[in-house]
């Protein structure tokens, strides 16, 4: 298999926070690919690369097995896709655009959370150095406070007063035909310099995701605690999981049960959650055997420390030839990040989100030689660079949806990325009559 880095297994265990601060201090362009706090399943990936292309032309369509317990990533690219590259390429009218960013990984340490295992890949001629890298002891990193002394209050992209009436422009579109469900963004901003792995280490801390992660490439950092896998390929099979539907958690436990089942029940919710499930069924066909595609869960609710999420899972077998490049061109943007039809539903986002998205409702992870790939949506996170950093936040609208009850959301989803920054919301979206 060309360009598939060597591996071994260390005889002990290393503690990811540790190892990846004593990395990202001496190495420009990191990436930590992050299960969660306290993991118990699942893969991390910790490493450093040099930047490069897209990884377009990889085949994703391989049936073969390999080792089944060596990592699912052996080698290949990190990066993250930029949402308005994405809609360009599908025809939408977009802002400027951040564009892709890529790594092509030269040496990675991956965590196999569930048998306690650390795994070291490079290329042959350097894993001996690597390893001893790894495996030496290091003293184990000073602790970041989970929570910052909050100084400053966020930039809004729109005050909730204007974001209702923008909601309320999604249902008249909905009411004339023009799409049936839009998914409508906004954005916050904290002016000036920040620790951006301080802030990740808060925000891991405070809302642990199977898809966190934090991706540096030139100078750029993307900080994300995402609970939501976009793309999955292996051994053939692509499989996305689409989240709709977004309940806050209460410190009660009956209050927490209540909202997680109500969230179950909801019609509007459960509306939401199932056209994203047939618009990806869509697009999974273009890219799939006929005959192959499978809604394989449907409305089940993940909790996570932050909030209740109502999650589907759809998968397909690839057609034989399927490139990343053709499954990113039927599949990207996300059909949770863009509503449906999808074309019709970025044209009038474009018109009344009033800026770009940039990397948030993106997506980022890996891209393996093999063909295998791990995407996550770019959500619940936090993009910085040298004078600011954002924080998007959104919802999909239907002709369901209660303006009031849509704030009160794009709230709850922006708190924590905003707390791990040092910053509140703004103004009314703090309100507690939203909350």
Request: charged share 20%; with cysteine.
């Given at each position: 298999m060309p360009d598939r880095l060597s591996s071994r297994v260390l005889s002990g265990w290393t503690d990811p926070s540790a190892l990846f601060m004593a990395l990202?201090?001496?190495?420009?362009?990191?990436?930590?690919?992050?299960?969660?706090?306290?993991?118990?399943?699942?893969?991390?990936?910790i490493g450093t690369g040099e930047r490069a292309g897209d990884p377009d032309?990889?085949?994703?369509?391989?049936?073969?097995?390999?080792?089944?317990?060596?990592?699912?990533?052996?080698?290949?690219?990190?990066?993250?896709?930029?949402?308005?590259?994405?809609?360009a390429a599908?025809?939408?009218?977009?802002?400027?655009?951040?564009?892709?960013?890529?790594?092509?990984?030269?040496?990675?340490?991956?965590?196999?959370?569930?048998?306690?295992?650390?795994?070291?890949?490079?290329?042959e001629s350097d894993l001996d150095e690597w390893?001893?890298?790894?495996?030496?002891?290091?003293?184990?990193?000073?602790?970041?406070?989970?929570?910052?002394?909050?100084?400053?209050?966020?930039?809004?992209?729109?005050?909730?007063?204007?974001?209702?009436?923008?909601?309320?422009?999604?249902?008249?579109?909905?009411?004339?035909?023009?799409?049936?469900?839009?998914?409508?963004?906004?954005?916050?901003?904290?002016?000036?310099?920040?620790?951006?792995?301080?802030?990740?280490?808060?925000?891991?801390?405070?809302?642990?995701?199977?898809?966190?992660?934090?991706v540096r490439i030139g100078g750029r950092a993307l900080l994300s605690a995402s609970p939501e896998q976009f793309l999955h390929a292996a051994g053939g099979v692509i499989r996305t999981r689409p989240i709709k539907g977004t309940r806050p958690r209460s410190a009660d436990a009956a209050e927490d049960a209540a909202l997680a089942a109500e969230l179950a029940v909801n019609a509007k919710e459960r509306?939401?959650?199932?056209?994203?499930?047939?618009?990806?069924?869509?697009?999974?066909?273009?890219?799939?055997?006929?005959?192959?595609?499978?809604?394989?869960?449907?409305?089940?609710?993940?909790?996570?420390?932050?909030?209740?999420?109502?999650?589907?899972?759809?998968?397909?077998k690839a057609?034989?030839?399927?490139?990343?490049?053709?499954?990113?061109e039927a599949t990207f943007p996300a059909g949770s990040m863009t509503g449906a039809p999808k074309l019709s539903a970025m044209t009038r986002l474009h018109e009344l989100e009033g800026g770009p998205r940039g990397i948030y409702a993106g997506c980022f992870g890996y891209v393996g030689v093999d063909g295998a790939l791990d995407l996550a949506m770019v959500i619940r996170s936090i993009v910085i660079e040298q004078t600011a950093a954002v924080v998007g936040a959104g919802g999909g609208i239907t002709w369901g949806s209660v303006p009031a009850a849509e704030v009160a959301e794009v709230a709850t989803k922006a708190r924590a990325p905003l707390a791990a920054l040092g910053a509140v919301l703004p103004g009314h979206w703090g309100s507690d009559i939203l909350n």
């Open positions: 990202e201090s001496v190495s420009p362009d990191v990436f930590w690919l992050d299960a969660g706090t306290a993991a118990r399943e699942g893969w991390s990936f032309a990889v085949r994703i369509d391989s049936v073969t097995g390999g080792d089944a317990d060596a990592p699912p990533f052996l080698g290949g690219w990190v990066g993250w896709c930029d949402y308005e590259s994405g809609a599908a025809g939408a009218p977009t802002s400027a655009s951040v564009g892709r960013s890529w790594l092509r990984a030269r040496r990675v340490v991956a965590f196999d959370h569930a048998a306690d295992r650390v795994w070291v890949l490079a290329e390893a001893a890298l790894v495996a030496e002891p290091r003293a184990v990193a000073s602790a970041v406070p989970v929570s910052a002394d909050v100084a400053i209050s966020a930039l809004a992209r729109h005050e909730p007063a204007e974001y209702m009436q923008l909601i309320e422009r999604c249902r008249e579109l909905i009411r004339a035909g023009i799409a049936y469900q839009l998914c409508l963004t906004t954005r916050f901003t904290v002016p000036g310099q920040h620790d951006a792995v301080a802030a990740y280490l808060r925000l891991r801390a405070a809302t642990p995701a199977h898809h966190g992660g934090f509306a939401e959650n199932v056209m994203i499930v047939d618009l990806m069924r869509n697009d999974l066909s273009r890219v799939c055997e006929p005959g192959s595609i499978r809604v394989d869960a449907l409305w089940q609710v993940e909790s996570y420390p932050a909030v209740h999420q109502l999650v589907s899972t759809v998968s397909g057609a034989s030839g399927t490139t990343v490049a053709a499954l990113l």
